[in-house]
């Protein structure tokens, strides 16, 4: 108890009284954003610099208090904020925010953890460049959040996932050395990959303070239109095509079941749902174009063509104005609300081969529905990328709290036995934090996982980096 | 002595006599492609199967024999070649050549990892795929190979190294356990990416069996461009609008000194080469095109237009036939050749942030002229990624091999801590073997070996997977 007053007093001093917060109303940093699980801070610590996150690290490894990294605290596996012992420290990023480099002709921007990636998307479009990463989120979460657990979001299609869009990063290590990662290069053969290492390691390795993110040239034009599919199958086929006819040009592929339309329909009634009532599927396209909307919307024409005369789509709105875009995807967007207000719900993030998914969903319904009479599936998500949010909904009437408490376990297990049988991932976005930790003993190879407790016993020997995590030692 | 015969006895048990090479001329085997070192191997062993390759580590960690994972044995830096104590195991990959498995819809390949690239390539172009990694030895290369040492090649700039093109891979650990981490998933976020972390380790952590690999829809129509720039700021600002005005069509973009050239015409007088005379650099771009030639070309001709408005380029010829377009290509490819006909020379493969490279170039040119005088510098290179050869031959008319002798030392040393004054990379893409080894002492932080060398020792505790390479622990 006394070692925590020293460690919190010299915290005090290394960054000032102000920004080591102990008391009043933490929730904001110690709940987690689904409000799944609250836990209780040792204390709140938000340091300004890069050298005073390394003193905050040093002063805890010296304690042997273990450390929380956090940004914007809007992760979906409860990985960013503390268990309920009150022992650990909350790292917080916040107040590291500062763009520290736009370089337009090696098209990079340089940027410290805590920038809110909406901030950033703002800073590039208002250059003339386009950052793509973009995810519901995108209004509170930060980049290093987004490095942490390497986000994805719907532009994964084209511009991949967080990983794919860093070059270099800062790291605060968990001996409380900074490594200067930092990079603007875009080969650089020197050795082991420690940035990926650090990406996607949920700050159990060490802390993200800054990084090197890949720019692009804001595209002419971006048309989005809505298609009707007869089948998952067609909208594989539909996604085959989308690629040969716009190549780069497609910046968002997102399928949609009816029922989970339906469910918008009837929560949000304002929102106009075209097309929905006679297809059991539709998919969301974008079509980013760097010559013009004409050249965007003649592109599109073709694709679509082609698609009706193989039937892989029976009919098809392409939106007239950037309004029309706007309400297509908030359809898209709209899922997980009308969820949320249709009740308790389970959900799933998963991944498998493209080519696999229409067979996976077959056989993983007609499971769900043996074992669980009744309830029913909102099948939606980022198909380009082999990624549904394959939720399940309480049966209709049903107690929705009470199908969740009794079935949660039976029908996680179900679905990701599933998803192993098909070669997917039961995180194929999200993360792992501590609600999949012990899934992760079952689904991951035992391989792997030992590989992965080598590299945390390597990096982490003292064990104080966001411990409980991603993977046990 | 005895354990060692007692090894290649179990060895030839485990895999058969014939695959376990002790006598004979092995010398493409022992000798590195750049034939600057020769080797002795306790034995080349060629395993046909990923479970035969675990049982070879298994024996050869249970004897204490150190590992040398090799694919076509074409590397740049002395990684794949055993040292000359004739205690090194070599384990040639090349009998596992099979494709897996191609999977259309999925947009993936799995190989094993003794495919060499070519046969790759082939295989996917007839099935009416494009796989894009391309380098100068594709014809005797191996995947396997190009993944342990992350390899670029000429189509960088559009589709990224040979990391970028990976999904997935099987590997057999230092302690002969299979990790089959093959994945046809574009987002996995369950733990550590340990994908990445192999891939570039030249074989020091592990041995890399197979791959699934990323494919890409064939382009419709591939044009080439030779354009004239007045200088490498001109180079730089036509690469910004190569960028905006062809997008990811872009995907070739090679810059060439005129010194550079003018030893392709001295040395291949058979070659034609437009252009240079007029100019200090020339500059090969590749247009891929997913529409039309006549698409392709009215998108070249808009760009070349805008960079002669903006006096980034002087004059352009664009390549009417695919012949033509292997002629200007192939100008870049003989580079290499013609400075080998004009003597030994000091090859440096190097990266800097592009906006950099024009300041680099300069400030470094003038350093060698002061303390080199007349040492001539061949400058080419894959500008579209900020990588250069910036090599150096000998002054004219002197004894090569004597300057090398005498000098090679002294201008690594020159260029390299340009390179780090310019937050370089002293090696590019041709990773670091035992060639750069030492140099890396001195070129990267201490707190990145530091962490190399934990990890390391985390997954090669034996230290047994290619000692003496990328990392001493």
């Known amino acids: 108890m006394s070692t925590q007053n020293e460690l919190i007093e010299s915290l005090r001093q290394i960054i000032g009284a102000p920004n080591v917060l102990t008391e009043g109303d933490l929730t904001a940093w110690v709940r987690d954003w689904r409000k799944r699980e609250t836990g209780k801070a040792l204390a709140v610590v938000r340091p300004g610099s890069t050298l005073e996150v390394a003193a905050v690290v040093k002063a805890c490894a010296a304690a042997g208090v273990s450390i929380v990294p956090q940004g914007g605290n809007t992760g979906m596996v409860v990985g960013s904020t503390p268990d309920a012992s009150g022992t650990q420290i909350v790292l917080s990023l916040q107040r590291m925010n500062s763009v520290r480099a736009l370089d337009a002709a090696n098209l990079t921007i340089t940027v410290d953890a805590g920038c809110v ?12 460049f386009l ?55 875009r080969k650089d053969n020197t050795g082991y990959d420690l940035r990926d290492l650090f990406i996607g390691s949920e700050g159990t390795l060490g802390v993200i303070t800054a990084a090197t993110m890949k720019l692009y040239p804001l595209p002419a034009a971006q048309l989005t239109a809505l298609a009707a599919v007869p089948s998952l199958d067609a909208a594989v086929t539909l996604l085959g095509l989308a690629h040969r006819f716009l190549s780069s040009g497609l910046t968002g592929f997102e399928v949609m079941g009816q029922f989970a339309l339906s469910l918008v329909v009837k929560h949000f009634p304002q929102q106009r749902v075209p097309l929905y009532q006679d297809a059991p599927y539709c998919v969301v396209l974008e079509n980013s174009d760097h010559e013009s909307e004409a050249h965007a919307r003649a592109q599109f024409e073709r694709l679509l ?116 049988q098909f070669g997917g991932s039961i995180s194929a976005e999200h993360g792992v934090g501590s609600l999949k930790i012990d899934k992760l003993e079952h689904h991951k190879s035992p391989v792997a996982l030992g590989m992965m407790r080598a590299i945390k016993q390597a990096l982490d020997p003292q064990g104080i980096m966001n411990p409980g995590r991603v993977v046990r030692v």
Chains 1, 2 share one sequence.
């Open 117 to 128: 990636l909406q901030a950033i998307q703002e800073t590039c479009e208002q250059a003339g």
């Open 131 to 185: 950052f793509p990463l973009s995810l519901a989120s995108e209004g509170s979460c930060t980049i290093g959040g987004n490095l942490g657990t390497n986000a994805g979001g719907t532009q994964v299609v084209r511009y991949g996932n967080t990983r794919d869009l860093c070059l270099g990063l800062e790291v605060v290590t968990a001996q409380g050395e900074v490594w200067n990662g930092l990079s603007g290069l």
């Open 305 to 420: 063509e082609a698609a009706m005369e193989q039937g892989c789509v029976t009919d098809a709105v392409v939106a007239e104005s950037i309004t029309q875009a706007r309400a297509l995807w908030h359809i898209r967007e709209s899922i997980p609300l009308a969820q949320a207000e249709e009740g308790l719900n389970i959900k799933h993030d998963i991944s498998i081969p493209v080519s696999r998914i229409p067979e996976f969903v077959r056989v993983t319904d007609a499971l769900l529905a043996q074992a669980f009479p009744g309830a029913r599936l909102v099948n939606y998500g980022h198909l380009g990328d082999g990624n549904l949010h394959y939720n399940v909904q309480a049966p209709a009437g049903a107690d929705a709290a009470a199908f969740l408490n009794e079935q949660e376990q039976g029908i996680n297990t179900l679905v990701y036995e599933s998803v192993d």
